[in-house]
Each structure stands twice: as C-alpha cells, then as structure tokens.
C-alpha cells in the first residue's frame, strides 16, 4: 500500500469581484488533475514555481482544505471521509516564526503540545527530550522561546510534528529565508527523518536540497504535474544535456532568442551585471564539444557581442526544473 496516493485531485477557488451592482464571480483552478503515488519511507520532493499548486496539494494532504474532487489516501485512508484517522498518521511542520509561547521553553511547549496530542503523561518527558535530542535542541531545552533563532524554531517546528511518532512527514518549505548553517541543520534532521524509516514529503524552491534529500521527485506547474521520477528520469525528460556558460559584452535578449532558437538548444537566459552579461545556454547534448561547436555558431552573426569567456559543465537539477517549467509553463491557469 501507498504511503500517499494521490488520484485526479482538483482544486478551485471562486472569488466575488466588481462592484456591489456588478459583481462576478471568478473561478481559479489550482490543481487540475494531480496523480501521485508516494511509497512508504521514501523521501519526496515536490517541486514548483510560486502559484503552482504545491501548498494547495499540501494543505488537502494535511486535511487543512478539502478537494473539489478526487481521491486522496493516506495509508488507505480518506482525506475527506476520516480526516481524524489521516491526523493520527501525519505530522506537518509549518515552519516560521508562529506557533509556539514565545515565553515559555522549548521543552515546556513540546510537554504542552504532548498533552493536545494526548500523549500518556508518564511518556511525554522521555519523548520530549527525545526529539529535543534529535533537533539539536537539548542545550537550549529550557531556555523561552523568544529567544530562539529562526532556525532553530524551524527545528523545534520539527519536534513538534513529530510527538505522536507519525509514520508521514510534510515539510513545506523548511529552510526557506535561513542562513546556510541553520539550514545545514535542517537537513541533517531531514536526512535523520528518513534513517528513522518515516514517509516525508518536502517542497522547496532549492534544487541542490531537492537532490541532496529527495529519492523521486516531481515538477507542479499551474495545477498540473509535468514530469516525476528520480533526478535522472526528470533529465531524461527535459532533454537536459550539458549546460554552457557565456560572459560577454553587448548581448541582448534577441540574441537567447536566436541562440534559443538553435537544433539541440532547450533555452538560453540572460543575467545583466555591472560590465557585462552572462548568457545561461541548456542544452540537449551529450558532448561537452558538441554543445562548445553550436553555441559558438550561434555567437558567429552576433557581430556587436563580444564572447569574454565560456565554459561548460555538466546539468544539474536547477538546469533540469527550469527547462520543464519553461518548456510547461502554457500561461495563466484555466
């Protein structure tokens, strides 16, 4: 059995808009047709631009909104038909700067939390200090709240999802806006989740944590999953070949345009810096000098771009997400 299973799940919004004599009525969807199966003790990364569904799907998994129809199956179990069934095998760190009493402890919150969990009393101490342990929060264990970094609420977030031992984790976003060491400490309690055999499922917006953490993964673009499988299957997909590097000087947006438009070229982006400008070109090719030979053909009719330096590497995940949004991205949801 499926850990997550997800089959046909649509979701749309409606909103009242105009004046009180001419209102309208607007329909938004944010999910149309979503398929997921998420199998026990893997760790799954769901991946999206801004607007793409990813805390919608989160939000119906969790049971904080119901689909507009759908099935969705935690261990078996309906989301809409027993919600309070589904709640004793989930736990959902927000993250964030809410959710605790800023002026009590950490171990006094989680003790407070055990209690709505309802924990047998005599076990809340021990498993407190547990999950303090495991968040590399025991040292601070009795130290208020408010004087907590961000990081460190997003780890006792952490603890708090996971008092009742559930068997399945969403972790929506659980580094976002920390520095790199708090977030180094996140995924170590991430990657210690997944030792401990629990199901997670992640979403964030950076790809090398997607592919440090992450055992499958799948791409969400306007209420649609475009591509899922391993890192290696969304390449495949994507057609993601080896990446070049441009620095140059006097290029424009008509030149990726032209580069764009090359045979085994998926797209090319331009960054604008101070002196000059660095031109971003994926492509589907396995051979470094394959890629070298057409990118620089591309570069023969740009007569008023001079090419300061180009390099080539190998793609990676990053390359991977921003050729299949680009290549799915077909305008403003229905």
Known sequence: MSAISIQNLRRHFKAKKGSFLHRTTQETHALRGIDLEIQPGSLFGLLGPNGAGKTTTVRILTTLLLPS??????????????????????????????????????????????????????????????????????????????????????????????????????????TNGLDPVAARNIRAAVHQLRDAGKTVLLTTHYMFEAEELCDRLAVIDHGRILVQGTARDLAAAAETGIVARLETRGANASLCDKLTRLPSVVDASLEFLSDRELITVRTSLAAPEEADAIVRKGLESAEETSLLHLSLREPALEDTYVSLVSQGNTGAPE
């Open 69 to 174: 129809s759908g099935s969705v199956r935690i261990h078996g179990i309906d989301v809409a038909a027993d919600p309070d069934s589904v709640r004793a095998h989930i736990g959902y760190a927000f993250g964030g700067e809410k959710g605790f009493y800023d002026r009590l402890s950490a171990r006094d919150n989680l003790l407070f939390f055990a209690d709505l969990y309802q924990l047998p009393m005599r076990e809340q101490p021990k498993r407190v200090d547990e999950l303090l342990e495991l968040v590399n929060l025991t040292e601070r264990r009795e130290d208020r709240v408010e004087t907590y970094s961000r990081g460190m609420k997003q780890r006792l977030h952490i603890a708090r999802s996971l008092l009742h031992d559930p068997s399945v984790i969403f972790l929506d976003e659980p």
